[in-house]
């Protein structure tokens, strides 16, 4: 069975073939079908070849191949085209007679290059004479086709090659006849002016006379010193003499005090000019210095605060929201999963931080804990994130400092600090430290807060134009911290967390 595409069309003849053609063998085994050619022109499609699908009774693998039938060979023995070698493709091509076999098979008797040479008739006559062909462009327009960029003139400078060497010098000639021609050795004019004898002036060379020096409207001349002399300056400058200096006559030598100037070496203080001495800069009874933001050091400042106090730096923080010993926390608080606490914080002088500190009340661990999710995060008062801790996994333990007492080590109560993703220099002004567990147990974190659950809560009341709120929170539904946060939409009826910052 030999397969053709589905359905050729010959347009050209209104012809369409279609389906695949049977070739049942005769009693030989031999079979004979007429198939079109497989580049036959007017075909569509084109491009492809027969697929030949044997069916022999009593052979168990029959074989399925291509085949092409191109119109050079229009008659092909299946038998020496299908493939009979397991190792050789399915694909079978036919090659077609070459020109010189075809002229064997007709009667051509001789070898190759007898038959080419046959092909090679006689010279004929010479033909008419053609019409002339369109100008073709000149040397310019081939170059620019061939790639050359700039205008003609740039064109014609590049065929200029560099200068050769000098050549060597010729024979002299005969010498001219006095005339045109000139005498050799003679001059024939001067500056335009030719006479026998010629004399030239100053005016003619674009010269000065010799008789202009120390003369009317003429130049000035030099003595022996390079200068110009006394007599030939102008009225009233003194002819060059000094009568008097500071009203003294003769040798005249001055001294300091005679120009109203301090004698040489002489250093003034800065209090004989006027000014402070720089090391009155920071010293007592000096002025005080400002630091890099323009702003007085609080080294500087008189004592804002009673003396012998707990601080937060006394306690290893920078800053914290409430002094975490004035708190009293009579029932356990666990963090809620997706709830944002902020904990405001005053920061008075500019200050380094790295850590945000959540105090906690009962947290085991990352490692007991391992599905709990932590973020950490500062904003400041108009709302904007300043510094994030990103998504922290492995948050340690709480209560597992050196020295802490067995009843806060075994029971996991602390200082919890997570690791900001860079440092945060806070200046002065007012900033709310963040906390947000956003997966785990809803028993998974317990935090130190301060008992009001009321919108009453005494850290929230304030004087000013604008509302500071030192505890509150995003209630729910947070995965992450937001880029910013508004104080008014936010809930105060919950337990603040104690919050701090710190430089590890």
């Avoid at 090659?95 to 038959?115: C, H, M, P």
């Avoid at 003609?152 to 010729?170: I, K, Q």
């Avoid at 914290?320 to 005053?346: H, T």
């Amino acid at each position: 069975m030999l397969r053709a595409p589905t359905l050729v069309t010959f347009g050209a003849h209104d012809v369409i073939l279609g389906g695949p053609v049977s070739a049942p063998l005769d009693s030989t085994g031999a079979f004979e079908v007429v198939l079109p050619a497989t580049d036959a022109p007017g075909m569509n499609p084109s491009g492809w070849s027969y697929q030949v699908a044997e069916q022999l009774t009593g052979v168990p693998a029959n074989r399925i191949y291509q085949i092409l039938l191109p119109s050079e060979t229009p008659e092909v023995d299946l038998a020496d085209i299908a493939p009979t070698d397991p190792s050789t493709p399915n694909y079978v091509a036919v090659r077609g007679d070459s020109a010189y076999e075809v002229a064997v098979e007709a009667g051509f008797v001789g070898t190759v290059e007898q038959w080419l040479a046959s092909l090679i008739g006689p010279q004929g006559v010479k033909g008419d004479t053609g019409q002339s062909g369109p100008a073709g462009d000149d040397a310019y327009e081939v170059a620019v086709e061939a790639g050359f960029v700039g205008d003609r003139a740039a064109w014609l400078a590049s065929l200029v090659g560099p200068t050769g060497a000098t050549g060597e010098t010729g024979e002299q000639g005969p010498p001219g006849t006095n005339g045109a021609d000139g005498a050799p050795g003679v001059v024939q004019s001067v500056n335009g002016q030719s006479a026998a004898a010629v004399v030239l002036v100053a005016a003619d060379v674009s010269a000065v006379p010799d008789t202009a020096p120390g003369a009317p409207n003429g130049v000035a001349t030099l003595d022996a010193s390079g200068k110009v002399p006394a007599e030939q300056l102008p009225t009233g400058t003194g002819g060059g003499a000094v009568d008097s200096v500071n009203g003294e006559t003769g040798v005249v030598v001055l001294d300091a005090a005679d120009v109203g100037a301090a004698t040489a070496g002489h250093t003034h203080t800065a209090a004989q000019v006027g000014a402070l001495a720089t090391t009155a800069r920071g010293a007592a009874n000096g002025v005080a210095s400002l630091d890099a933001g323009s702003r007085l050091p609080i080294a500087q400042m008189p004592t804002a605060v009673a003396k012998n106090v707990w601080t937060p730096q006394s306690l290893g923080f920078q800053a914290w929201s409430v002094d975490p010993a004035a708190v009293a926390n009579p029932a356990m608080k666990a963090a809620v999963v997706g709830r944002i606490y902020l904990s405001g914080i005053n920061i008075t002088e500019p200050t380094p931080v790295n850590r945000v500190v959540i105090h906690a009340r009962g947290w085991g661990g990352s490692a007991l804990v391992p599905a709990a999710r932590f973020y950490a995060g500062i904003y400041n008062e108009a709302g904007t994130r300043i510094a994030t801790s990103g998504q922290v996994s492995n948050l340690p333990e709480a209560g597992q400092i050196t020295g802490t007492a067995p009843g806060a080590k075994n029971n996991h109560i602390g200082a919890v600090p997570v690791p900001l993703t860079a440092t945060a220099t806070l200046q002065p002004g007012r900033y709310w430290a963040a906390f947000l567990m956003s997966a785990g147990g809803a028993t998974d974190f317990y935090y130190m807060h301060i008992q009001n659950e009321a919108p009453s809560n005494p850290g929230n009341f304030f004087l000013g134009a604008t509302a500071f709120q030192r505890h509150w929170c995003i209630p729910s539904g947070q995965t992450s911290l937001p880029t910013t946060v508004n104080q008014s939409t936010g809930e105060v009826g919950l337990d603040p967390a104690v919050m701090a910052l710190a430089m590890v």
